[in-house]
Nanobody, 122 residues
Framework: PPVESGGGSVQAGGSLRLSCDVS????????LGWFRRAPGKEQEGVAS???????AYADSVKGRFTISQDHANGTLYLQMNSLKPEDTADYYC??????????????????WGQGTQVTVLS
């Protein structure tokens, strides 16, 4: 499965970058995404990128988060700036090598990482 790294604790207003090894999945037509689940809340699609270069963001992170992909090393990134306490959650990387991101951040993806925790301190 995809393997995330880069979580941790940061003060509000700070930045973190999450990474995910998706080398096994980023071939042909594919969709890659970041999701999060905050305590007591439902899972939320955060950002997605596909083989056509289509990128989508949840409204809650637009202008603050950036999804990107390094094709050379098969890594997916999520750069998170201007973090807020409400961004606190477990963040998951997901991938699907059989579909584009037909539904943006809500695209259902097959393969999921174990998650990495992000805590934003107020």
């Amino acid at each position: 499965p995809p393997v995330e790294s880069g979580g941790g604790s940061v003060q509000a207003g700070g930045s973190l970058r999450l990474s995910c090894d998706v080398s096994e999945y980023a071939d042909g037509g594919y969709c890659l995404g970041w999701f999060r689940r905050a305590p007591g809340k439902e899972q939320e699609g955060v950002a997605s990128i596909d083989s056509d270069g289509e990128i989508a963001y949840a409204d809650s992170v637009k202008g603050r988060f950036t999804i990107s992909q390094d094709h050379a090393n098969g890594t997916l990134y999520l750069q998170m700036n201007s973090l807020k306490p409400e961004d606190t959650a477990d963040y998951y990387c997901a991938a699907d090598p059989t579909t584009d991101c037909y539904d943006g951040v809500d695209t259902v993806l097959r393969y999921w990482g174990q998650g990495t925790q992000v805590t934003v301190l107020s």
